[in-house]
C-alpha cells in the first residue's frame, strides 16, 4: 500500500513514531502550506490509516472522479474512513490558482462521500468564507477573499480541528 516516493517515506515516519514513542495511530495529524498544503492533501488521502485530520492550505488537487480512483489504487481494499479534513485558498493565489479549490473540494467531498451544506462568511474573519458539507465534522473548505499564496496558518481553528 501506498503512494511511493516522497509520500511513502513520511508514511514510515509516522509508522516510526507510533512504535517506538508508542503513540496513539488515531491522533496522528498533518497541515502544509503550498506544496506541504499538497502533500496534506497526498498523505490523508493514500495512508488513511495513519492520519485523523488534515488542514491543508493552497494545495492543489485532481477532478473528484480521477482522485477518487487514483486514491483507491494506492490502497487496495481499504474500507476505512477518511481523515477529517480542511482546505484553505486564497482568490489572488497567482501561483496554484484559486480553481484549485474546487478541486480540493470535488476530492475531499467525493472520498467522505458528502455533499455541501451551508456558507457561512466573515468566518473566521472578514473576507472569508467557511464552506459547509455534511454536518462539518469530515470536510469544510475555507475561501480567502483577496489573500495570496498562501492563506496564513489559522493555528487555532487547526488545533480545533485536530479535537486538541
Do not use: C
Not at 514513542?21 to 488513511?48: C, E, L, Q
Not at 490509516?49 to 488534515?54: C, K
Not at 466573515?122 to 455534511?134: A, E, K, N, S
Amino acid at each position: 500500500y501506498g503512494g511511493g516516493e516522497d509520500s511513502h517515506g513520511l508514511a514510515n515516519m509516522i509508522q516510526y513514531m507510533i512504535t517506538t514513542y508508542k503513540a496513539d495511530p488515531k491522533k496522528g495529524f498533518v497541515t502544509g502550506s503550498s506544496s506541504g498544503g499538497m502533500m496534506t492533501n497526498v498523505i490523508s488521502a493514500v495512508y488513511p490509516d495513519a492520519i485523523a485530520a488534515g488542514p491543508a492550505y493552497s494545495g492543489v488537487a485532481k477532478t473528484r472522479e480521477s482522485w477518487v480512483a487514483q486514491v483507491k489504487t494506492f490502497y487496495p481494499g481499504y474500507n476505512g474512513t477518511y481523515p477529517r479534513m480542511q482546505v484553505w485558498h486564497g482568490t489572488a493565489d497567482a501561483l496554484v490558482v484559486y480553481p484549485n479549490l474546487g478541486e480540493e473540494i470535488k476530492k475531499w467531498s467525493g472520498l467522505d462521500d458528502v455533499t455541501w451544506t451551508k456558507n457561512l462568511t466573515i468566518t473566521p474573519q472578514g473576507g472569508y468564507m467557511l464552506m459547509v458539507y455534511g454536518d462539518g465534522t469530515k470536510f469544510t473548505a475555507y475561501s480567502a477573499v483577496g489573500v495570496g499564496h498562501t492563506v496564513p496558518v489559522h493555528q487555532d481553528l487547526d488545533l480545533k480541528w485536530f479535537a486538541l
